[in-house]
């Protein structure tokens, strides 16, 4: 089962916005954490589409004569 | 007012200026591309927008870049004009090169420059720079996961829609509002630069009594400034933020530009400088990522990358030289 770089490019866009927390205005935190959990989000649901795809994709393989649905 | 305050004025509405000159491109590129509006009816109808902030913004970021950087009292003529020499220096330099560094983030590392030159570091604010630092990092990310998040959503609402042309026909017409939105968070943000600049010599000068809002004649001259500069700078920038990142279909155009008014519109309010040109790169980037990551021209973003890295000790460094000849006649 592979990944793709896409929801890895979210996590690392959510690191990012955790990583210069410490740095921030705290009237401004709410910024960064609601970015992170933007990014995780969709990091986990680009991640959730990868693995589906890549299922639909071997059970094609293996029986090819049976249609999608 | 004295000579010297009317010609340091001219030279900071100058600034803006080319400011509108150098940006109109980022409002009109993906109305022209889609051929919504002609070049010239484009670039008309960004500069309006850019005028017309002053009437919804207020003065926040004014009030940033005047009092929030460096302490009272260091502000004099000369570091004013060593603060301007600074970033219009780096900005040309910069333009030179092909670096898409941000002209709101030289003025200032550039203003900072100056005043360590006249004051020494004492003459800086460190918790103003700390938050003008931390949002150049976040505010390419706000318009990038906005941008994915509305793109997204409009996929997920007209998936199952089959007139497509029709679809295409509406978000083309819903690029002149988001058009006109990021262009009045263009002049929310980048007039405003100006107006603080012009704040604080006003204040050194004594022609405005400290922690005064902005008089009304420099927030018209500074939005009249970089209006007239996208009306004139507009059509002759051929090559547009859209093409040179991603290729935009109408709905990417309206996303990235309506994500990127959203952060801007934000960061206006709060009074915090950031730079717009970022700002829709990252919007940009985000609507490239809902294809794949290989439809991002990823060159570009390293170079917005490289901007932020050195756009601030650049022209900070720039400003600092700049002030070395008056302190010798002083």
């Known amino acids: 089962m592979r990944i793709g770089r896409r929801p890895l490019f979210f996590l690392v866009t959510a690191l990012v916005c955790l990583a210069i927390l410490p740095f921030t205005p705290s009237e401004f935190r709410w910024v960064n954490l609601g970015c992170a959990a933007l990014a995780v989000f969709w990091a986990v649901l680009l991640a959730i589409e990868d693995i589906a795809s890549a299922r639909r994709g071997r059970s094609r393989r293996e029986h090819p004569d049976v249609p999608d649905v | ?330």
Do not use: C
Not at chain 2, 42 to 48: D, E, I, K, L, R
Not at chain 2, 82 to 110: C, E, K, N, Q, R
Not at chain 2, 291 to 297: D, E, F, G, N, P
């Open chain 2, 1 to 330: 007012m004295t000579l010297s305050v009317v010609l340091i004025v001219a030279v900071a509405l100058g600034f803006d200026f080319f400011n509108g000159f150098h940006d109109a491109a980022n409002s009109i590129a993906t109305v022209v591309s889609t051929r919504v509006l002609s070049p010239r009816l484009a670039v008309a109808w960004a500069a309006f927008f850019n005028f017309a902030a002053f009437l919804i913004f207020g003065t926040k970021v004014a009030a940033t870049i005047a009092e929030d950087l460096v302490k009272p009292g260091v502000f004099t003529n000369s570091v004013i004009v060593a603060g301007l020499i600074g970033a219009i220096g780096w900005d040309v330099i910069t333009w030179f090169v092909g670096l898409p560094t941000s002209s709101s983030h030289a003025l200032v590392g550039a203003m900072g420059g100056a005043a360590v030159a006249s004051a020494g570091w004492g003459a800086l604010i460190k918790s103003g720079y700390q938050k003008i630092a931390v949002f150049i990092v976040l505010s390419p990310i706000i318009g990038l996961l906005l941008a994915f998040t509305i793109m997204v959503s409009v996929y997920w609402i007209f998936h199952r829609h089959r007139k497509v042309e029709r679809l295409n026909r509406g978000f083309r017409r819903s690029q002149l509002v988001s058009a006109a939105a990021f262009s009045l968070g263009h002049g929310a943000n980048d007039a405003q630069k100006t107006m603080g600049v012009i704040l604080v010599l006003l204040i050194a000068n004594g022609i405005v009594p400290a922690n005064s809002g902005v008089p009304l004649w420099v927030v018209l001259s500074a939005h009249t400034a970089i209006g007239l500069g996208t009306l004139f700078g507009g059509w002759r920038i051929v090559h547009t933020m859209g093409s040179k990142i991603t290729k935009l279909q109408p709905v990417g155009g309206m996303s990235a530009e309506t994500a990127a008014a959203a952060t801007l519109f934000f960061t206006a309010h709060a009074g915090i400088p950031v730079s717009t040109t970022h700002t829709i790169t990252g919007a940009i980037v985000g609507v490239g990522t809902t294809q794949r990551l290989s439809a991002v021209r990823w060159g570009v973003a390293r170079q917005v990358v490289w901007a932020w890295v050195l756009t601030i000790p650049g022209s900070f460094v720039m400003a600092w030289l700049a002030f070395q000849p008056f302190k010798a006649f002083t």
